[in-house]
């Protein structure tokens, strides 16, 4: 069993719609998590970053952290084209080291 | 734009030849990382400094693989005897403080 699992899609939505992604881990160290987008051939950019359990909003982008179900979730409201890409969720257990990745789930938004 | 910079963009060598990526955080970034990542997967860790001191290696990193960041700074990735396997994005990533870690565009290689 791998460290973090992702599910790599694709996920297609229309233009609007709300995007639910979610990563399961195994490692009950992870206290860290944070969300990636990715576009193609680019490096990752960094999305949003959440400590321990609980929830953080930014804009049109909610993260979730349930660490008793060892499960994060990044969902997205009023999608976009422009959200068309790549997620990635990574997380690590001390600040600083190493963060470990999910494959990513690739997200195509149509209008 | 994250600040960290990456040389070159793209490289194409034979097998066997020796590659040699450059990575340029902001002066801030006192932690940096190297991955890689091939077509569909998430970013592999492969090494990690705390300024100039290399603290981690994957496991996975072979021999053949070797980095440096002198007096902090920028960093090196060299790959010696590269073989296809090779090919991949080979991404660099600093960070401050905080343990985000902000990414470069990459060094996509192409071994042939």
Redesign the interface.
């Given at each position: 069993q791998k460290e973090?699992e992702?599910d790599?899609g694709p996920l297609s939505v229309p233009e609007g719609a709300i995007v639910s992604l979610n990563c399961t881990y195994s490692n009950s160290a992870f206290q860290?998590f944070?969300w990636?987008r990715q576009y193609s051939?680019?490096?990752?950019?960094?999305l949003m970053?959440t400590y321990s359990s609980g929830n953080k909003e930014d804009g049109r982008f909610t993260a979730q952290v349930d660490k008793s179900s060892k499960y994060i979730s990044l969902f997205i409201r009023d999608s976009q084209p422009s959200d068309s890409a790549t997620y990635?969720c990574?997380m690590?257990g001390?600040?600083?080291?190493?963060?470990?990745?999910?494959?990513?789930t690739t997200l195509s938004v149509s209008s | 734009d994250t600040g960290v910079s990456q040389n070159p963009r793209h490289k194409i060598t034979k097998r066997g030849q020796n590659v040699t990526f450059r990575c340029d955080p902001i002066s801030e970034h006192n932690r940096l990382y190297w991955y890689r990542q091939t077509l569909g997967q998430g970013p592999e860790f492969l090494t990690y400094f705390q300024n100039e001191a290399q603290l981690e290696k994957s496991r996975l990193l072979s021999d053949r693989f070797s980095a440096e960041r002198p007096k902090g700074s920028f960093s090196t990735l060299e790959i010696q005897r590269t073989e296809q396997g090779d090919s991949a994005m080979y991404l660099c990533a600093g960070g401050q403080g905080r343990p985000e870690a902000f990414f470069g565009q990459g060094t996509r290689l192409t071994v042939v």
């Open positions: 973090v992702q790599p860290y944070m990636y051939r680019k490096g990752p950019e960094l970053y990635l990574a690590s001390q600040a600083g080291t190493a963060l470990i990745f999910g494959k990513g | -």
